[in-house]
T-cell receptor
Framework: DSGVTQTPKHLITATGQRVTLRCSPR?????VYWYQQSLDQGLQFLIQ???????AKGNILERFSAQQFPDLHSELNLSSLELGDSALYFC?????????????FGEGSRLTVL | AQTVTQSQPEMSVQEAETVTLSCTYD???????LFWYKQPPSRQMILVIR??????QNATENRFSVNFQKAAKSFSLKISDSQLGDAAMYFC??????????????FGKGMKLTVNP
């Protein structure tokens, strides 16, 4: 158990809909990362938040947004869903200072868009 | 931008044998971290081993060891005495460790390892 909690584990929805994925980082970790894993693109970095502020942005679509709340949990919002958004979405966390570079991953949220 | 390349999409090994997974990366940084993560069918990403670039000594974790060649930008993983539970996707990953603003991991595309009984 990595200590990172993601909900829901599975989600099935239709094209055009909007979903929210939730992540609770390990206790004490200030950084949260979101990754998308699809068969053809591998693990793609989407976005990172540190202590409530956006720190780095990767290949995140404009239809996607994220935020980190004062209690450090994070949400990834996916809107106007398309078939190609079907993927496994991972959240990971890490401490900031004294970081060894390692990220601790949750079990992922499997999104299926029909 | 940093890139990580895993050129072998699939490999197989006999149980109890040794297998080596290859990885190359590209970076202009002098200090960074390299990782091997394992993703079994349960899909959980599990850290296998970590290497700090400033350390010349290759990292070892039980049956897992790396061959880190900094000049060649090569980072291979050797699995000794392979077990059925080693069957998984293996991802090589790079982190600048906070230099340049983010500690994010950059992943290779992964390699599927099959262990034959």
């Amino acid at each position: 158990d990595s200590g990172v909690t993601q909900t829901p584990k599975h989600l099935i929805t239709a094209t055009g809909q909007r979903v929210t994925l939730r992540c609770s980082p390990r206790s004490g970790d200030l950084s949260v990362y979101w990754y998308q894993q699809s068969l053809d693109q591998g693990l793609q970095f989407l976005i990172q938040y540190y202590n409530g502020e956006e720190r780095a942005k990767g290949n995140i679509l404009e239809r996607f947004s994220a935020q980190q709340f004062p209690d450090l949990h994070s949400e990834l919002n996916l809107s106007s869903l398309e078939l190609g958004d079907s993927a496994l979405y991972f959240c990971a966390s890490s401490p900031r200072f004294g970081s060894t570079g390692e990220l601790f991953f949750g079990e992922g949220s499997r999104l299926t868009v029909l | 931008a940093q890139t990580v390349t895993q050129s072998q999409p699939e490999m197989s090994v006999q149980e109890a044998e040794t297998v080596t997974l290859s990885c190359t990366y590209d970076t202009s940084e002098s200090d960074y971290y390299l990782f091997w993560y394992k993703q079994p069918p349960s899909r959980q990403m599990i850290l296998v081993i970590r290497q700090e670039a400033y350390k010349q000594q290759n990292a070892t974790e039980n049956r897992f060891s790396v061959n880190f060649q900094k000049a060649a930008k090569s980072f291979s993983l050797k699995i000794s005495d392979s077990q059925l539970g080693d069957a998984a996707m293996y991802f090589c990953a790079y982190s600048a460790g906070g230099q340049g603003g983010s500690e994010k991991l950059v992943f290779g595309k992964g390699m599927k390892l099959t262990v034959n009984p």
